[in-house]
């Protein structure tokens, strides 16, 4: 391990001790001080080796070290470097202007070679900056993703005296300084067990127990302690206690997200911190708009996890700001966002728009968890985005092969619910068919039947499958360990067979079974069919009476032999007089009216769903006169007189006047 390294580099020097208050180094271009920083390196440490290892500095002369204090300590060692006029300068505006500029100095380095050469450069180092030089090294080392940090960082000499400098004086560190040490030594996956981290740790519980530490510093240790012992460490409940006594007022927006990162982790305990959490939700209200792209997706995530359905202002605040960040959100960013918005429901046309845009021009470059995602939210909000569902046909024909049976199939389902076929249909299909062939006993049967009825809704019928799909192997796949089939599974299967029968009847292949049947569609929680909006109901029967002359001349939600139910059904005999709906006889014409409400359409639009347009299309078939009546017409009728002739002229047009 690199700190065993450490120890045995240092266990020759004669007396280690690095001290002194070094003011910071004036801003300057990174390229111009890496040029200063290969030729005149000045290092405050110096490591005397038992071997030869790879060193990136050259000895030069002794020189002795200044304490913070004043007083003056013994040489670091025999060997030194020597230094130039310039840094002579140097040092001198660094003990002038304070460590403001080293930070910000530090700042403007991007990557922990160019840290470890700057801080290399400096004649002594307080603990704070030493941790300050690691935290900068872990954020430049890491990036966005998790991945482990280079093995030479570790290795290197000047890393390894920061973490001997740190290890040897925890008690001279700010509280800050300490969490923040700890913390960036645990995203850099130094040895937990080692004694530097111990020392941090056993420290940090020292202050914490005094109750010293801010609410910043509360927030850093407790994501690290996470890190580090996990969800489950006794010392979460301690911290998030302490932090309920803290102003948010002091806490920065990073700090606030940090805050429900750390609640998150424990959201089995929600009913106990709700009442924090009340108080933080209302308080973020006023920091969301100083929130970067990735705090944005965390605290949505965190939203999520908590269950914070009831924080609605908060909810449709940070729905605003993502609108705006949509172009900056990374993959996993953007998922979580998605995500959030699936689980509360959140529904925005500018979202949608700036959504739309993202898709378009980034679908190939998109992950396909992301995508599924994406036709996720399209499909639980019944948005028809032929943009985005385009881009996604075009990606799946592209890049079929990245895309998992989970997520083939919250890829295709949208296109069933939504009742849209894209440009690309033949090619689409023609590669989910070939997916489908070369990984059919790679999907979960109810996945598999999930796609398959989906296709069946937009009129792209699984022909090749159905004699799978109707056979008892497939049948008892389905059913799994339960002692019956789920309602919804059955009504697919009875909606696929009823398409073969209807559809495609050169199909001769094996037949469902009659007890894997349903009587109806329209069940609650599972329906294959819309319910008929009670309101628009109401005010067609009014019509009707009028128009017919009675209530007898009609009957209402009618549940047909074939599953389907009609809102509305006339009889009328071979000369067209419409007969009481008790008449059983004489019968030449059924009329199946249709009253179609607002969610038997996609969200804002005249266009049917699927499983409405799939039940119309079979009503066909079955010799029904299907006549629809949808809600945005007869919105545009003023009066009921009005609406009484819209009637006449949808169920008689061939007839002036009405008979009964």
Same mark, same amino acid.
């Given at each position: 391990?690199?700190?065993?390294?450490?120890?045995?580099?240092?266990?020759?020097?004669?007396?280690?001790?690095?001290?002194?208050?070094?003011?910071?180094?004036?801003?300057?271009?990174?390229?111009?001080?890496?040029?200063?920083?290969?030729?005149?390196?000045?290092?405050?440490?110096?490591?005397?080796?038992?071997?030869?290892?790879?060193?990136?500095?050259?000895?030069?002369?002794?020189?002795?070290?200044?304490?913070?204090?004043?007083?003056?300590?013994?040489? !670091?060692?025999?060997?030194?470097?020597?230094?130039a006029h310039d840094w002579d300068g140097l040092d001198q505006s660094l003990r002038m202007e304070g460590e403001q500029v080293f930070y910000k100095r530090l700042d403007s380095l991007t990557s922990w070679e160019e840290v470890l050469s700057f801080v290399s450069t400096l004649e002594t180092l307080p603990e704070t900056w030493a941790a300050g030089a690691l935290q900068r090294i872990c954020e430049v080392g890491k990036g966005d993703d998790d991945q482990r940090l280079p093995k030479e960082i570790q290795e290197d000499s000047v890393f390894q005296a920061l973490c001997?400098?740190?290890?040897?004086?925890?008690?001279?560190?700010?509280?800050?300084?300490?969490?923040?040490?700890?913390?960036?030594?645990?995203?850099?996956?130094?040895?937990?067990?080692?004694?530097?981290?111990?020392?941090?740790?056993?420290?940090?519980?020292?202050?914490?127990?005094?109750?010293?530490?801010?609410?910043?510093?509360?927030?850093?240790?407790?994501?690290?302690?996470?890190?580090?012992?996990?969800?489950?460490?006794?010392?979460?409940?301690?911290i998030i206690h302490q932090l309920q006594g803290k102003k948010l007022e002091t806490l920065t927006p990073e700090d606030i997200v940090a805050i429900y990162r750390i609640l998150q982790t424990c959201s089995e305990k929600v009913d106990q911190h709700q009442t924090f959490l009340n108080v933080v939700n209302n308080f973020s209200l006023s920091v969301v708009s100083y929130l970067s792209p990735k705090s944005?997706?965390?605290?949505?995530?965190? !939203?999520?996890?908590?269950?914070?359905?009831?924080?609605?202002?908060?909810?449709?605040?940070?729905?605003?700001?993502?609108?705006?960040?949509?172009?900056?959100?990374?993959?996993?960013?953007?998922?979580?966002?998605?995500?959030?918005?699936?689980?509360?429901?959140?529904?925005?046309?500018?979202?949608?728009?700036?959504?739309?845009?993202?898709?378009?021009?980034?679908?190939?470059?998109?992950?396909?968890?992301?995508?599924?995602?994406?036709?996720?939210?399209?499909?639980?909000?019944?948005?028809?985005?032929?943009?985005?569902?385009?881009?996604?046909?075009?990606?799946?024909?592209?890049?079929?092969?990245?895309?998992?049976?989970?997520?083939?199939?919250?890829?295709?389902?949208?296109?069933?619910?939504?009742?849209?076929?894209?440009?690309?249909?033949?090619?689409?299909?023609?590669?989910?068919?070939?997916?489908?062939?070369?990984?059919?006993?790679?999907?979960?049967?109810?996945?598999?039947?999930?796609?398959?009825?989906?296709?069946?809704?937009?009129?792209?019928?699984?022909?090749?499958?159905?004699?799978?799909?109707?056979?008892?192997?497939?049948?008892?796949?389905?059913?799994?360990?339960?002692?019956?089939?789920?309602?919804?599974?059955?009504?697919?299967?009875?909606?696929?067979?009823?398409?073969?029968?209807?559809?495609?009847?050169?199909?001769?292949?094996?037949?469902?079974?009659?007890?894997?049947?349903?009587?109806?569609?329209?069940?609650?929680?599972?329906?294959?069919?819309?319910?008929?909006?009670?309101?628009?109901?109401?005010?067609?029967?009014?019509?009707?009476?009028?128009?017919?002359?009675?209530?007898?001349?009609?009957?209402?939600?009618? !549940?047909?032999?074939?599953?389907?139910?009609?809102?509305?059904?006339?009889? !009328?005999?071979?000369?067209?007089?419409?007969?009481?709906?008790?008449?059983?006889?004489?019968?030449?014409?059924?009329?199946?009216?249709?009253?179609?409400?607002?969610?038997?359409?996609?969200?804002?639009?005249?266009?049917?769903?699927?499983?409405?347009?799939?039940?119309?299309?079979?009503?066909?078939?079955?010799?029904?006169?299907?006549?629809?009546?949808?809600?945005?017409?007869?919105?545009?009728?003023?009066?009921?007189?009005?609406?009484?002739?819209?009637?006449?002229?949808?169920?008689?047009?061939?007839?002036?006047?009405?008979?009964?």
């Amino acid at each position: 391990m690199a700190l065993v390294t450490l120890r045995r580099n240092f266990c020759h020097l004669p007396d280690f001790r690095v001290c002194g208050a070094l003011v910071a180094l004036k801003s300057r271009p990174v390229n111009r001080m890496n040029k200063v920083v290969k030729g005149h390196q000045h290092p405050w440490f110096c490591s005397v080796q038992p071997k030869p290892v790879r060193v990136l500095i050259h000895p030069a002369c002794g020189k002795k070290f200044h304490a913070e204090n004043g007083t003056d300590h013994a040489p !670091l060692g025999e060997q030194r470097f020597s230094q130039a006029h310039d840094w002579d300068g140097l040092d001198q505006s660094l003990r002038m202007e304070g460590e403001q500029v080293f930070y910000k100095r530090l700042d403007s380095l991007t990557s922990w070679e160019e840290v470890l050469s700057f801080v290399s450069t400096l004649e002594t180092l307080p603990e704070t900056w030493a941790a300050g030089a690691l935290q900068r090294i872990c954020e430049v080392g890491k990036g966005d993703d998790d991945q482990r940090l280079p093995k030479e960082i570790q290795e290197d000499s000047v890393f390894q005296a920061l973490c001997f400098r740190l290890e040897q004086q925890p008690l001279r560190l700010s509280s800050t300084g300490l969490v923040t040490a700890l913390q960036a030594l645990i995203l850099l996956h130094v040895d937990p067990q080692s004694s530097l981290v111990l020392n941090l740790v056993a420290e940090c519980q020292n202050r914490l127990q005094a109750g010293v530490l801010e609410a910043s510093d509360l927030c850093i240790l407790g994501e690290t302690l996470i890190r580090l012992q996990g969800p489950g460490c006794a010392t979460l409940e301690l911290i998030i206690h302490q932090l309920q006594g803290k102003k948010l007022e002091t806490l920065t927006p990073e700090d606030i997200v940090a805050i429900y990162r750390i609640l998150q982790t424990c959201s089995e305990k929600v009913d106990q911190h709700q009442t924090f959490l009340n108080v933080v939700n209302n308080f973020s209200l006023s920091v969301v708009s100083y929130l970067s792209p990735k705090s944005i997706s965390q605290m949505l995530a965190a !939203l999520v996890v908590l269950d914070q359905t009831q924080a609605h202002p908060l909810i449709i605040k940070l729905g605003k700001y993502v609108v705006r960040h949509i172009p900056h959100f990374t993959n996993e960013e953007l998922r979580k966002v998605l995500e959030a918005f699936i689980y509360f429901g959140v529904r925005d046309r500018f979202f949608t728009k700036a959504l739309e845009r993202r898709v378009a021009s980034h679908c190939l470059t998109l992950d396909p968890e992301v995508i599924s995602k994406v036709t996720e939210y399209c499909s639980g909000k019944l948005i028809l985005s032929k943009r985005i569902l385009n881009a996604v046909a075009e990606t799946f024909v592209c890049q079929s092969e990245k895309f998992s049976p989970s997520q083939i199939s919250e890829l295709i389902e949208p296109f069933g619910k939504l009742n849209y076929l894209p440009p690309n249909a033949p090619a689409f299909f023609r590669k989910l068919e070939n997916v489908l062939f070369t990984g059919f006993n790679h999907f979960p049967p109810k996945t598999l039947l999930r796609v398959l009825h989906a296709c069946s809704l937009i009129e792209y019928h699984p022909v090749n499958f159905m004699p799978k799909i109707f056979s008892p192997f497939f049948l008892q796949q389905l059913q799994g360990e339960e002692s019956y089939l789920d309602r919804l599974s059955l009504a697919q299967l009875t909606q696929l067979f009823l398409t073969s029968v209807l559809e495609c009847p050169f199909y001769k292949g094996p037949k469902l079974l009659a007890k894997y049947r349903v009587k109806s569609f329209l069940t609650p929680y599972c329906s294959l069919e819309t319910p008929v909006d009670f309101a628009l109901y109401k005010y067609v029967v009014m019509a009707l009476i009028d128009l017919l002359g009675g209530r007898m001349y009609f009957a209402s939600k009618v !549940l047909t032999p074939y599953c389907y139910t009609i809102d509305v059904e006339i009889k !009328l005999d071979e000369e067209g007089f419409v007969l009481p709906f008790t008449a059983n006889e004489d019968v030449n014409k059924r009329i199946a009216l249709c009253i179609d409400g607002p969610k038997r359409f996609c969200s804002n639009s005249s266009h049917l769903l699927g499983k409405e347009a799939i039940k119309q299309r079979h009503l066909r078939l079955l010799g029904y006169q299907v006549v629809q009546v949808p809600y945005h017409e007869m919105e545009m009728l003023k009066s009921r007189l009005e609406l009484v002739e819209y009637l006449q002229g949808k169920l008689f047009p061939q007839n002036p006047s009405v008979h009964w």
